[in-house]
């Protein structure tokens, strides 16, 4: 499944059957940060997942804001990992 990006949604998404997973289904997500924050629980922060709270959506935004200032472009990735039942 993919979807195209959406201006509304600002983001766009692709779900793929992973072969070395059998029975679970990787949705990627990229799109506009502040978006996507708002869907997120957890961070990885260099091979480390840990959970996401206020301190933290706080934090990444600010930097996301500090990036487009310069102006540089940012785009935020997030994914959801489901079994193959959960997806369908």
Excluded: W
Aim: proline letters at 6%; aromatic letters at 4%; a positive charge.
């Amino acid at each position: 499944m993919r979807s195209p990006h959406s201006s509304e949604n600002k983001r766009s998404a692709v779900a793929i059957k992973n072969p070395d997973r059998p029975g679970f289904v990787s949705i990627y997500v990229k799109g506009a940060p502040e978006m996507l924050i708002n869907h997120c629980s957890k961070l990885v922060v260099r091979d480390n997942v840990q959970e996401m709270g206020q301190n933290e959506s706080s934090e990444i935004l600010k930097r996301v804001n500090a990036m487009a200032m310069q102006p540089l472009r940012v785009i935020g990735l997030a994914y959801l990992e489901l079994t193959t039942e959960q997806y369908e």
